[in-house]
Structures are given as C-alpha cells and as structure tokens.
C-alpha cells in the first residue's frame, strides 16, 4: 500500500524557517517524481515545487524561488521542503504527492501537515 | 504562467442531479488537464487525468471531455459522497497550475 506521512510543520515567525519531510512507502521511492502542493486559508491548491527520480530535475513555483529548496534521499525513501524566509502568505497545509508515473498529475498524497507563519 | 478558470466557483445541487463544471485555460495546452476532489479535512483525490483518463477505482458517474483550452468534468448523477470542491490542473508546462475550485454543496 502507497503512503506518504509528512511531518515538520508547525507555527514560526515571519522570517523563520521550517524543514518538512515526507515519508514514503509501499512503492518503488527512487522510480517517481515528488511534490510539494499547499493550500492556503480559504484558497485553492497551489503547487509548490517537484523534484524528479534521481534530482536531476527540479522545479518551483516562483512565489517560493530563492527560499524554498525540495530535495530527497532515495536510500531513505524520504523528500523534504527546506522552507527559509517564511512569510505570513505561506502559511497553509502542505501535502507530499506523488507523480502518476509518465504524467504530472498526483495519484497519491500524504494527510498534510500545518505551517502557520505568524508574529 | 498557464492560468485556469473554473466556473461556476460555487453551485448548490440535489442528490440525483448532472453536475457539469468547466476550466478554461488561458493558452492551448492540448489535452493535458487532471481533476480533482477535495472534502475538507482530507487530501484531493485524483479522479481524471489527461482530460478524460479516469483514474483507477473512480466511479463512472465521473467524466471528462475537452482539449485545448476548453474542459468539463461531468458528474452524471449527484451521490451524497460527491458534495466536495473540485479543482483542475494543468500539467502541459511547469509551473503547473490549479483552477480555483468549484464547491458542490447540497441544495
């Protein structure tokens, strides 16, 4: 059985830092891209950033360039949000996902965990 | 960015009804549009992917139709488990992007 598990959220002031990780199993780790996705207070989904099989690829929303960094390690089947310079607009719950394989869609996510960035 | 319009944002439906809900991109991106359910509290589920792929285990009462940059996701007939808000995405080109979202409540 596919699962993800995320942990690392919490509540930081404007200006922190917060370092999410996503646990996964039930599946081959190193054969799929990985997501982040979050979804804001009263707002949609928006995605955050995606690292590909072996990080050859990475990519990221631009709202999130420059201070967030998504990375994995496929021997421990875990990825991670580095999140730095944390502003009050990024406060939501974050999801892992991952990539239907060959497509970037999201056949399987984690139950989300809580940032709240706040004075 | 590839930006998605959905509508209606909201609509109010009986048990039974068809529920149709439209995205619209703002540039051709070929048939490269997922859907999703989100209930509150929990994960989206994927349902359709490529515009009209439906995911394994989804029922058949869920459809998609569209290319280009005009999308539907039909629902044929209203169960008590749909009443959800639905989102579109885009996965034609990074960053991939989300429509706003569509809440189906019960009328």
């Known amino acids: 059985e596919v699962q993800l598990v995320e942990s690392g959220g919490g509540l930081v002031k404007p200006g922190g830092s917060l370092r999410l990780s996503c646990a996964a199993s039930?599946?081959?780790?190193?054969?799929?891209?990985m997501n982040w996705v979050r979804r804001a207070p009263g707002r949609g989904l928006e995605w955050v950033a995606s690292?590909?099989?072996?990080?050859?690829?990475?990519y990221n929303t631009d709202s999130v360039k420059g201070r967030f960094t998504i990375s994995r390690d496929n021997a421990k089947t875990l990825f991670y949000l580095q999140m730095n310079s944390l502003r009050v607009e990024d406060t939501g719950v974050y999801f892992c996902?991952?990539?239907?394989?060959?497509?970037?869609?999201?056949?399987?996510w984690g139950q989300g965990t809580l940032v709240t960035v706040s004075s | 960015a590839i930006q998605l319009t959905q509508s209606p944002s909201s609509l109010s439906a009986s048990v039974g009804d068809r529920v149709t809900i439209t995205c619209r991109a703002n540039?051709?991106?070929?048939?490269?549009l997922a859907w999703y359910q989100q209930k509150p509290g929990e994960a989206p589920k994927l349902l359709i992917y490529?515009?009209?792929i439906l995911e394994n285990g989804v029922p058949s009462r869920f459809s998609g139709s569209g290319s280009g940059t005009d999308f539907t996701l039909t629902i044929s007939s209203l169960h008590p488990a749909d009443f959800a808000t639905y989102f579109c995405?885009?996965?034609?080109?990074?960053?991939?992007?989300f429509g706003g979202g569509t809440k189906v409540e019960i009328k």
């Open positions: 996902a991952r990539d239907r394989l060959a497509w970037a869609v999201f056949d399987y």
């Open positions: 039930g599946f081959t780790f190193s054969g799929y891209t």
């Open positions: 540039q051709g991106i070929y048939s490269a």
């Open positions: 490529d515009a009209s």
């Open positions: 995405q885009q996965f034609n080109d990074y960053p991939l992007t």
């Open positions: 690292v590909s099989s072996n990080s050859d690829y990475i």
